[in-house]
């Protein structure tokens, strides 16, 4: 998900689609998602052939695998490791670190109250420093923050510590105050929230999630199986890792605004039902169908 920003909002620009309907998403993004969703279950390490086998149903083929894991292996979220002769790639301490930290973001995404407060973050950079003031911006768009006015930043109250850590881990802290805020006047905070945010472009890119994964959670209730799971193999992994690759960006550039102060209906209520059921329905069968690919 592309998110470029404005002095006045932060924006969001939908991801295209595949002329099937699917959004279309990167093949390093769903590799990220993998080692995020199951790799850590299989103790952190898988054989590239493994891997190339599993990521064949989501549609990534081998050339695609082997770029993309070379990549992270520059950005130093995976190590090459042999295995009983078996070259394969393992998560580096630095990728726990960072999956760990997404998984709080992603799967405990939280929805703020109007009475929790928020977090303003006003900066300051030296214009012979414009590298730095890019890098903070970019931080604090990846966390959701939105802009009330030059220099000054604000999201929910729940993202002060994590935008502490995450400004401190850059280096950023000495140019940048952190203050807790309640909304005290004047005007309506609906049209503030409205001004801070691009509400429509939130809208969209749920929208765009319902149109591509409510389906396919409707046509996996409807398909059944024993006891009502779904069973295990290369459909349910497929579709549950391109639902948590479409999914994990959004937590980030949503940052869980107060629903009294957005759109009714609000589509990320709907998205985020959908998407945890799917998570819920095809989590298991998933990952037995990698746990048998990679002892076959």
């Not at 149903?57 to 050339?63: F, K, L, R």
């Not at 479409?246 to 980030?252: E, F, L, Q, T, V």
């Given at each position: 998900m592309d998110v470029t920003e404005s002095s006045e909002q932060t924006h969001v620009s939908p991801e295209g689609g595949d002329g099937d309907g699917r959004v279309s998403r990167r093949p390093r993004s769903l590799i990220v998602s993998f080692f995020g969703t199951y790799?850590?279950?299989l103790g952190g390490w898988i054989g590239v052939a493994d891997l190339i086998a599993l990521m064949a149903?989501?549609?990534?083929?081998?050339?695609s695998v082997r770029s993309a894991v070379s990549r992270l292996k520059r950005r130093g979220l995976l190590v090459s490791e042999r295995i009983g002769g078996v070259a394969g790639y393992r998560l580096s301490e630095e990728g726990h670190r960072v999956l760990a930290e997404g998984d709080q973001r992603i799967f405990g995404h939280r929805v703020a109250r109007t009475d929790d407060g928020w977090v303003l973050v006003v900066f300051?950079?030296?214009e012979s420093q414009r590298d730095r003031r890019h890098a903070l911006r970019t931080?604090?768009?990846?966390?959701?923050?939105g802009t009330t006015a030059a220099g000054v930043w604000i999201a929910p109250a729940h993202l002060t510590d994590q935008a502490r850590r995450v400004l401190r881990g850059l280096g950023l802290e000495g140019y940048v105050d952190l203050f807790h805020a309640d909304h005290l006047g004047f005007g309506d905070p609906t049209e503030a929230v409205a001004r801070w945010w691009d509400l429509p472009a939130l809208q969209e890119m749920y929208r765009r999630f319902l149109t591509e994964h409510e389906p396919v959670l409707e046509a996996w209730r409807r398909r059944g199986g024993r006891a009502g799971t779904p069973e295990p193999g290369p459909a349910a992994f497929a579709d549950h890792l391109r639902a948590v690759d479409?999914?994990?960006?959004?937590?980030?550039l949503d940052p869980g605004l107060p629903p009294e102060l957005l759109p009714d209906p609000w589509a990320g209520s709907r998205a985020a039902r959908v998407f945890f059921d799917l998570h819920t329905l095809l989590r298991a069968p998933a990952l037995e169908h990698v746990r048998a690919t990679v002892r076959g």
């Open positions: 790799a850590r279950d149903g989501p549609g990534v083929d081998a050339p300051s950079v030296p931080a604090l768009t990846r966390l959701g923050f479409a999914w994990r960006r959004m937590p980030y």
